[in-house]
């Protein structure tokens, strides 16, 4: 997602890769489930959160909407987010305790919190920290890569770079584009190519990502 914010307001300063020590680490959170909490229809989804979410649910994506997940328009593109419960205005996968109950599967987002991603103009990123989010006291320190947890982050750093390269030329190209009707067409496009159809949880999800980018092009 494009954001015009002032960065020397809200992180550090400081840019970070996944070797990096970060001072993020909040003792499991001691109850504390804020950022899981009110915050609107900010955790944007990718590919790879909803092969996880999937995964985790038993669910297709269309089984997913309206109750876990919501779609809006994002810089030209339908795309999901987490959705926000009407009633309790907290992630809907949030459990009593306050746990999230698909830990191990959350989507990236909610692993990266509070740190974030800065993009440069070819879609290569660093980590940034995100110094006003959590509040929690005491942070300790850990590497970004240990923080991620995720499983071949070579692989998923990639698969980062590729997504936002191409949702960021699909959003430059509808930028330019005049006609309403192919507008629609193309804004729709990535969901009905890459969320929509459900994937085969028990296959790598790379593959089936790039076979889906091959099929797109
Ligand atoms: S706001 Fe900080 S302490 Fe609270 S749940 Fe989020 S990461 Fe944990
Ligand atoms: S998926 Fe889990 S970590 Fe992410 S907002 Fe929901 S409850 Fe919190």
Known sequence: M????????????KLYNKDDSVRVTCDDCRGCSECCKTVGDTIL?????IYNLEKALDKSFAEMVEKEIEIRLIDNVVLPNIMMQEDSDACGLLDENGRCTIHSLRPGFCRLF?????????????YIIQVKECRYPDKGY???KDWLGIEDLDKYERFIKDWHSFTKNIGAFL?????????KKYSWLPLRVFFEP???TKRDFYEQFYERMRRFK
Request: proline content about 4%; overall charge negative; glycine content about 4%.
């Open 114 to 126: 509070p740190l974030g991603r800065l993009y440069d103009e070819d879609s290569n990123f660093n």
């Open 175 to 183: 930028d330019e584009c005049t006609d309403e009707n192919e507008f």
């Open 2 to 13: 494009l954001r015009d914010v002032d960065l020397s307001e809200v992180t550090d300063g």
């Open 142 to 144: 850990a590497l970004v």
């Open 45 to 49: 989804l990718d590919p790879f959160d």
């Open 198 to 200: 459900k994937y085969d």
